[in-house]
């Protein structure tokens, strides 16, 4: 509950923080690697195909449950990082969610 706190002391002290949890987790700790699209067109991805996240491809989904595991213990063959001690529960559950929905929003969910 002390995220929540931190939200609502974020918000009212005009802060820019962004309302969605999951859009201030992407920006905050995803997208330096993933991209802010998720296309993970950044240094940290070259050569990983996989960590393009809006290609509808993945290694270790689209079962929500293996992402999940993914997100909270990384991947040792590569540079993604475990999150367990960082996210909240909660928080890597929004976090898989706005993750599954990035094909999407990148306008190509239809090339599943
Ligand atoms: C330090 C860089 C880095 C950060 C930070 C990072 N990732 Fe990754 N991530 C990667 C790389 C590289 C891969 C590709 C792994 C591979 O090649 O198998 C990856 C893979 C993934 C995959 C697997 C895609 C698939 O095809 O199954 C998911 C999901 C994912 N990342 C989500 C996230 C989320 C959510 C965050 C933020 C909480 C995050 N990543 C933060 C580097 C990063």
Known sequence: MIAVALITVGASSGCTTDP???ARVWKRR???CHGPDGAGRT???EGRPYADLTDG???HGPDRAALRRLVAQGDPASTMPPFAGTLTPEEIDAIVDWTLSLPDRA???SAR
């Open 107 to 109: 306008g190509r969910g």
């Open 30 to 32: 995803c997208a330096a």
């Open 43 to 45: 240094r940290f991805a």
């Open 57 to 59: 491809r993945w290694k």
């Open 20 to 22: 969605d949890p999951a």
